[in-house]
């Protein structure tokens, strides 16, 4: 019987997953992950050859982003319900043909259809966490969830420089073909190494959905961490819709700049594994802390940056921001995946839902903001951003001690 075959046991529980599962996990997720960002810098080359008019061109790229929203509260929770190394690889199977679809696609139709299929289907990465905190010790769980964490955004901020160089030389039809034999890969690698994980029986899907109100109302810690990710997220969101029009503006950076910009502030991905070890030293609120302080700080400073040309400096600032949203990510998720195992589904879908909403709204404000008071505003508002979620940290904090 291989690996794939074995259900999780009690001794699995007690020694964890392989390094080579946890590396295989990382890897998958940042893949997944990375479907939503490869459209962004491509939108001039697809949108026009699909026929899409330069006033509806962003659509390119919403279609997926609401695919993933829809798919992070109605297929993630299905990880409560349905045996998870099935689940996964039937989404990543799916992911696939949406990938292909796009690469075909010489209409707008079908290349919107595929996105949503893409962006629906990707939220098999958000099966893939709660699965390896299932399998790890809980005195370990941070260390792991941090590296399948620094997988994830590598994953994102990788998929835009990736993007533009194969774009480069390959066209952007090439960026999609590539993407799905990645998921082929992942899905054979999973098949052999995955174990199954099946959940709990007893409910259908109409009460998982049902329950999920219920869930959020009854776990303050899921309701804290989850605004608090969704402001890091915003910031996060907000800085990166911005950034490539302040890079090009004020630095005079073309698309292959921006690109290496971008490659090297995927460095804050470096922060997860150490945030996950701290954080199993029980650490939790003084990274939360440090990281939203340290958020404002560095958004404030941007501003200085970008006014002196500091290209460096800059690029040091973003690292920073970068490493800070990933580790209140790293020590949210560890807290929530403390409760229930057979709610840890529907946990990790309000939580990324909630999270998913900030960062949308983010993204709008970015371009708002630099439209209408350049990177000073954008660096206020991402300033504000971070000391909103301090504060509501620091008032959640001082709630116990005052009951």
């Given at each position: 019987?291989s690996?794939?075959?074995?259900p999780?046991?009690?001794?699995?529980?007690?020694?964890g997953p392989?390094?080579?599962?946890i590396?295989?996990?990382?890897i998958s997720t940042g893949a997944?992950?990375?479907?939503?960002?490869?459209?962004?810098?491509l939108?001039?080359?697809i949108?026009?050859?699909i026929?899409?008019s330069p006033?509806?061109?962003?659509s390119?790229?919403?279609?997926t982003?609401?695919?993933?929203g829809a798919?992070?509260?109605?297929?993630v929770?299905l990880a409560?319900?349905?045996?998870n190394r099935?689940l996964?690889?039937?989404?990543?199977?799916?992911t696939t043909l949406?990938?292909?679809g796009?690469a075909?696609?010489t209409?707008?139709?079908?290349f919107f259809?595929?996105?949503?299929?893409?962006g629906?289907?990707?939220t098999?990465?958000?099966i893939l966490i709660p699965?390896?905190?299932h399998l790890?010790?809980?005195?370990?769980r941070?260390r792991?969830?941090?590296?399948?964490?620094?997988?994830?955004?590598?994953?994102?901020m990788?998929?835009?420089p990736?993007?533009l160089?194969?774009a480069a030389?390959?066209?952007?039809r090439?960026?999609?073909w590539c993407?799905?034999?990645?998921m082929?890969g992942?899905?054979?690698?999973?098949?052999?190494?995955m174990?199954?994980?099946?959940?709990?029986g007893?409910m259908?899907?109409g009460?998982?959905?049902a329950?999920?109100?219920g869930?959020?109302r009854?776990?303050?810690?899921?309701r804290?961490?989850?605004?608090?990710q969704?402001?890091?997220f915003?910031?996060?969101?907000l800085?990166?819709?911005?950034a490539?029009?302040?890079?090009a503006?004020h630095?005079?950076l073309n698309e292959?700049g921006?690109g290496l910009f971008a490659l090297?502030?995927?460095g804050?991905?470096?922060?997860a594994?150490i945030?996950?070890r701290?954080?199993d030293?029980g650490l939790?609120?003084?990274l939360?802390?440090g990281a939203?302080?340290?958020?404002?700080l560095c958004f404030?400073a941007?501003?200085w940056?970008?006014?002196?040309?500091?290209?460096a400096?800059?690029?040091v600032?973003t690292?920073?921001?970068?490493a800070?949203?990933?580790?209140?990510q790293?020590?949210s998720?560890?807290l929530?995946?403390s409760?229930?195992p057979e709610?840890?589904?529907?946990?990790?879908?309000l939580y990324?839902?909630?999270?998913?909403?900030?960062?949308?709204l983010g993204?709008?404000?970015?371009?708002?903001t630099?439209h209408?008071?350049?990177?000073?505003a954008?660096?206020?508002?991402?300033g504000?951003?971070g000391?909103?979620?301090?504060a509501l940290f620091a008032?959640q904090?001082r709630a116990?001690?005052?009951?």
């Amino acid at each position: 019987m291989s690996v794939a075959d074995t259900p999780v046991a009690a001794a699995d529980l007690e020694t964890g997953p392989s390094s080579a599962l946890i590396t295989l996990v990382a890897i998958s997720t940042g893949a997944l992950v990375a479907n939503l960002y490869y459209a962004q810098p491509l939108i001039a080359s697809i949108a026009p050859e699909i026929g899409i008019s330069p006033d509806l061109a962003g659509s390119v790229v919403s279609v997926t982003q609401i695919g993933y929203g829809a798919g992070l509260f109605l297929l993630v929770s299905l990880a409560d319900l349905v045996e998870n190394r099935q689940l996964v690889l039937i989404m990543l199977g799916f992911t696939t043909l949406g990938l292909i679809g796009a690469a075909l696609s010489t209409t707008a139709v079908p290349f919107f259809l595929a996105s949503f299929l893409i962006g629906l289907c990707s939220t098999g990465a958000q099966i893939l966490i709660p699965l390896i905190a299932h399998l790890v010790p809980a005195n370990r769980r941070g260390r792991v969830v941090g590296n399948v964490m620094a997988g994830v955004l590598t994953g994102i901020m990788l998929a835009r420089p990736v993007a533009l160089f194969i774009a480069a030389s390959f066209g952007w039809r090439a960026v999609f073909w590539c993407s799905a034999v990645l998921m082929l890969g992942i899905g054979t690698a999973l098949v052999r190494v995955m174990p199954q994980h099946k959940p709990r029986g007893g409910m259908h899907y109409g009460q998982i959905l049902a329950s999920m109100a219920g869930l959020l109302r009854d776990m303050p810690i899921l309701r804290q961490r989850a605004v608090y990710q969704a402001l890091m997220f915003a910031a996060f969101n907000l800085f990166w819709t911005a950034a490539p029009l302040m890079l090009a503006e004020h630095f005079g950076l073309n698309e292959h700049g921006i690109g290496l910009f971008a490659l090297a502030g995927a460095g804050g991905a470096l922060a997860a594994p150490i945030a996950g070890r701290l954080a199993d030293r029980g650490l939790t609120s003084a990274l939360t802390a440090g990281a939203m302080a340290a958020l404002a700080l560095c958004f404030y400073a941007t501003g200085w940056a970008a006014a002196a040309l500091a290209l460096a400096v800059l690029l040091v600032l973003t690292i920073v921001i970068d490493a800070a949203v990933q580790v209140n990510q790293v020590v949210s998720q560890r807290l929530i995946f403390s409760g229930a195992p057979e709610t840890r589904g529907r946990v990790n879908a309000l939580y990324m839902t909630i999270t998913f909403v900030g960062g949308a709204l983010g993204s709008i404000l970015g371009t708002v903001t630099y439209h209408g008071g350049g990177w000073t505003a954008t660096a206020t508002l991402g300033g504000l951003i971070g000391l909103l979620a301090l504060a509501l940290f620091a008032l959640q904090a001082r709630a116990p001690r005052a009951a």
